[in-house]
């Protein structure tokens, strides 16, 4: 069993940057694949960025490249996220995802979710 704990999000105006993490405890040796995913009112839950945590291989959503980096800190069992330029449709609540399997920017793909963490950007 793994646990995820988010933190970070909060209230910035549009350009801001904040930087989201997420700490894993338990069975984290099992992981092959973390990601952020997030959630705005009404709409479904999606993948933003994930990192393979052997290779650090990332990927990204078209929507987020070029403005956010995942990274991890394995010594901490840490994932982040770095999110900059933010704009207004970066608005949504953000969760923290771990998988056993790989390519987990896909809620099925997921094992094990942070509780998440609410990020709004005004304009």
């Known amino acids: 069993q793994v646990q995820l704990v988010d933190s970070g999000g909060g209230s910035v105006q549009t350009g801001g940057s904040l930087t989201l993490s997420c700490g894993a405890s338990?069975?984290?040796?099992?992981?092959?694949?973390m990601a952020w995913f997030r959630q705005a009112p009404g709409k479904e839950r999606g993948g933003v960025a994930r990192?393979?945590?052997?290779?650090?291989?990332?990927w990204y959503a078209d929507s987020v490249k070029g403005r956010f980096t995942i990274s991890q800190d394995k010594s901490n069992n840490t994932l982040y996220l770095q999110m900059n330029s933010l704009k207004p449709e970066d608005t949504a609540m953000y969760y923290c995802?771990?998988?056993?399997?790989?390519?987990?920017?896909?809620?099925?793909?997921?094992?094990?979710w942070g509780q998440g963490t609410q990020v709004t950007v005004s304009s």
């Open positions: 995802a771990a998988s056993l399997n790989s390519y987990c920017s896909s809620s099925s793909r997921v094992n094990y």
């Open positions: 338990g069975y984290t040796y099992d992981l092959v694949c």
């Open positions: 990192i393979h945590t052997s290779s650090s291989n990332t």
